[in-house]
């Protein structure tokens, strides 16, 4: 890890919605150093499955080499800069790439039977085509590989959304954030409008597929199998939901920094509306502890800093990148409240605690607390990187 990266720059200055910070603010972030590096390190320790990897390079490149992160000033242009740590978590993700194009497959047992996870390092892949000179073709042979896949192999359910799965049609939440970012980014990198727009539709019939009238607002149920037109999972999980908001900020941030932006702020603006909604009604259940439920309704409630540690992410971000559609100080202070509690339970092992068991048993209620999981280290690392972003630490 490059420490500079973590020092003031040019790049977080020039971004929308730049917050003037307090020294204090940045004295509290730069206090909390050795702690982001902990969640780094256990973070690495616990890739195992495809999503994982993806989630992690995502979470990996905003906090070592934030001006390639969507979030970044210029992000799909090389700036001399070499992304090591990224790069080495999507050459493993091409390693083990799957003949029919789906990345980090090939690891135990073979494929895993998801249709989007692999594409989940799909971005850290096409990084590669432009960072990496010597490795051109390599990257972009296999960003293309896993766009094909996505695109015209997956199955698609009755409405055009691409399912999560590859054997069955069904909507997960999860799956905006492994799929549709990838396809967005492909889009700006290659100046494609099309990609930029099928990003968006596949967001926006997910929702329209998984949204539901819950107790504290609109929220997304987490399962639905198109097949049988029934759910599998009703219930309003908290990871879910921080899925489909980090995927939709992504997606939306991705457009905002292209020349196609002017064409589509209609598609963007829909966007932000939809993150905004998940981000009230998962505020509005908040515990005192200050960390949001697993499941607000269809499972258990207990605390989850996993989830809780994504939505504090995705308020920094939009408060940045987005302010004008968002009360500030209500989102920024909601996100410190949870920073301090996720912050306060890092174990000595650098781990997350307490978070929900994401390879539940049995399938598919995730039921229980668990003691390690990559997403979890992938979303702690990501509201760090999130919170200095909006100091501009």
């Not at 993806?54 to 001006?67: K, N, S, V």
């Not at 229980?368 to 909006?390: C, I």
């Amino acid at each position: 890890m490059r420490q500079t990266r973590l020092a003031v720059s040019v790049w977080s200055l020039l971004c929308l919605g730049a917050y003037a910070a307090h020294s204090s603010d940045v004295s509290l972030y730069q206090s909390k150093l050795s702690v982001a590096g902990n969640i780094r390190s256990a973070m690495l320790a616990s890739i195992r499955t495809s999503w994982e990897q993806g989630t992690a390079a995502g979470a990996m490149l905003e906090f070592d080499d934030p001006e390639y992160s969507v979030f970044g000033y210029s992000p799909f242009v090389p700036d001399g800069n070499f992304p090591l740590s990224t790069l080495q978590l999507a050459y493993s993700a091409v390693v083990r790439q799957s003949p029919d194009g789906r990345l980090s497959q090939e690891i135990g047992d073979a494929l895993d039977g998801a249709a989007l996870d692999g594409a989940s390092a799909g971005s850290a892949v096409l990084l590669g085509s432009f960072t990496d000179a010597s490795r051109h073709d390599y990257w972009l042979n296999a960003a293309n590989a896993q766009l094909n896949y996505i695109l015209n192999v997956a199955p698609r359910t009755s409405t055009g959304a691409i399912s999560h799965r590859n054997d069955t049609r069904q909507y997960w939440a999860d799956g905006v954030y492994m799929g549709f970012p990838f396809i967005a980014y492909f889009g700006a990198v290659t100046n494609n409008v099309t990609l930029l727009q099928i990003a968006y539709d596949q967001c926006r019939l997910y929702r329209d597929a998984l949204i539901l009238d819950g107790p504290t607002g609109k929220l997304w149920g987490h399962i639905y199998s198109d097949d049988n037109k029934t759910w599998i999972d009703e219930g309003i999980w908290g990871t879910g939901n921080a899925w489909a908001a980090l995927g939709m900020l992504r997606v939306a941030v991705t457009i905002q920094k292209t020349e196609h932006f002017s064409k589509m702020a209609s598609q963007v603006t829909a966007l932000i509306s939809w993150i905004k909604e998940i981000l009230d009604g998962e505020f509005a259940a908040l515990r005192s502890d200050n960390f949001v439920p697993n499941y607000i309704t269809g499972g258990p409630s207990f605390p989850d800093a996993a989830s809780s540690a994504a939505f504090a992410s995705v308020a920094y971000r939009v408060a940045r990148h987005f302010p004008k559609h968002f009360d500030v100080a209500h989102y920024t202070d909601v996100a410190a409240k949870i920073r301090d509690a996720v912050v306060d339970n890092i174990t000595n092992l650098g781990t997350l605690h307490p978070i929900v068991n994401p390879l539940p048993d049995p399938f598919p209620y995730w039921n229980e607390t668990g003691l390690l999981s990559t997403e979890s280290q992938a979303f702690g690392l990501m509201m760090l990187s999130a919170w200095r972003d909006w100091i501009g630490a």
